[in-house]
């Protein structure tokens, strides 16, 4: 079979959720990816990212046993035991995905594809025809100019999830959110680390409260860091590698990771051949994920959208029941969550003050300490939930730090997403004692009745 109703290119988070979705609607469905499916996120992204943070957690843990009354000691880090057992999950993760492909008969094509007309896609000297097609190629590392990349000393974080020793020392270019995970990682790991970002803040699209508790997280666990200064040059040699900063402050480390962010994967896929509207790489779609050519659709990375693999599932998702007629809802990118997974965690949803500001909204904020939430002292972990509202009206912005504060997001996002206000969730009990009655407890201070904070 070489004709389809829809012929998906690219298998990361947007493609194979597009295929998942269109055949569960009965469409008939081709997908091609160049590497694994799974994509970015699977196999050098969010899951092993997350699965080294994982160990850096366990390695504070024994060094800090103390603490808590446990005798253990931190006796160092095997990456190789590090290493297995990340691409453990990896590996079954990546076989589950396999099996559910094979499951609901979409046509897995493992090549380099390329668009060569409006609904043909060739890939290994095969042509194949789709109704519809659904470009998904993702996203790359970028770098800087004369930045080059060698995998060795000057690294990507797509070699960071695969180094196979701990560095002495380690740099970071960029202090958004790859550059704070792989920094928190290294420092619990032992490495010494700077981070340099040329903005004025860590995690700059945060709410500044959250950027600034983070910094000061990251000061008190010793990683350091230059803020509001942009980078000028490099030179390496044997002993390591030696950044020149444009106020003309040096720093050297044994390794340099460049987390510039990450660019569209465009070039030279017959694209604009298409007649396809681009932007600086990016494929341009409307808000059903349309491109301007007719019967062509983009998701994930490669459109100018939130580079988070839920976007990705998200947009997928949409594109296929679009093209089954279901009329979907599009998607409210304020309403999706935001995680920077280091130690402390950062988490957000919806707005924060600057934009809600600038959007003209009456403002009203609210900063509830985790110091006054039982299992936050159980933690010991220090951070907050700030509320962003509209006077006497709906919940704008919830903007969270603190240990797996990521897990309470699941319910701010119905809190933004249902518009309701503080008076609303009030009311609702919390689990004591949990992080989740911390939000029981800013919403019920927003309302005017504090139980456990000031008011």
Not at 96 to 113: D, M, W
Request: overall charge negative.
């Amino acid at each position: 079979m070489t004709q389809f109703d829809l012929v998906i290119l690219g298998g990361g988070s947007g493609g194979y959720a597009c295929a998942l979705r269109s055949a569960q609607l009965g469409l008939s469905v081709a997908l091609i990816e160049a590497e694994k499916v799974g994509g970015t996120c699977l196999h050098k992204g969010c899951i092993p990212t997350k699965a080294l943070l994982h160990s850096a957690e366990i390695a504070d843990g024994s060094r800090e046993g103390s603490k808590f009354g446990v005798k253990s000691t931190f006796d160092g880090i095997d990456m190789n035991g590090v290493n297995t057992y990340k691409d453990g999950v990896i590996s079954r993760l990546h076989k589950g995905l396999q099996g559910l492909i094979k499951s609901r008969n979409i046509t897995y094509i493992e090549g380099h594809g390329k668009l060569v007309s409006k609904n043909t896609i060739e890939v290994n000297g095969q042509r194949y025809t789709g109704k519809n097609i659904v470009l998904a190629t993702g996203s790359y590392a970028r770098t800087l100019p004369g930045l080059e990349i060698d995998g060795k000393q000057i690294i990507t974080s797509d070699h960071g999830t695969k180094l196979d020793y701990v560095p002495e020392s380690v740099i970071v270019l960029g202090g958004g959110v790859i550059g704070c995970e792989f920094a928190s990682v290294w420092k619990s790991f032992g490495a010494e680390v700077t981070i340099v970002e040329g903005l004025p803040h860590l995690i700059a699209l945060e709410d500044e409260s959250s950027s600034k508790q983070l910094e000061r997280a990251f000061r008190k666990r010793g990683i350091n860091f230059e803020l509001g200064v942009k980078y000028k040059s490099v030179t390496k040699d044997q002993r390591g590698v030696t950044i020149t900063l444009e106020d003309g402050k040096e720093f050297t480390a044994q390794v340099l990771m460049v987390a510039v962010g990450r660019g569209p994967v465009s070039a030279n896929l017959g694209y604009e051949d298409a007649g396809i509207s681009m932007d600086r790489g990016y494929v341009l779609v409307d808000e059903k994920c349309r491109t301007n050519v007719a019967g062509i659709w983009a998701v994930g990375d490669l459109i100018p959208t939130l580079q988070l693999a839920h976007v990705g599932f998200a947009e997928g998702m949409l594109v296929a029941e679009e093209i089954a007629g279901l009329n979907p809802r599009p998607i409210n990118y304020d309403g999706i969550p935001r995680v920077t997974y280091s130690d402390p965690e950062v988490a957000s949803v919806g707005l924060t003050t600057a934009e809600a500001k600038k959007r003209g909204h009456d403002v009203v904020e609210l900063s509830y300490d985790l110091a006054g939430n039982g299992k936050a002292q159980i933690l010991a972990t220090a951070g907050s939930i700030k509320l962003v509202a509209e006077k006497d009206g709906p919940i704008l912005g919830v903007h969270m730090v603190g240990a797996r504060v990521g897990e309470l997001l699941a319910e701010a996002e119905l809190i933004f997403n249902w518009e309701a206000r503080a008076a609303d969730v009030a009311p609702l009990i919390h689990a004591h004692p949990t992080l989740s009655e911390a939000m029981g407890e800013a919403h019920m201070a927003l309302a005017g009745k504090p139980l456990h904070a000031h008011g």
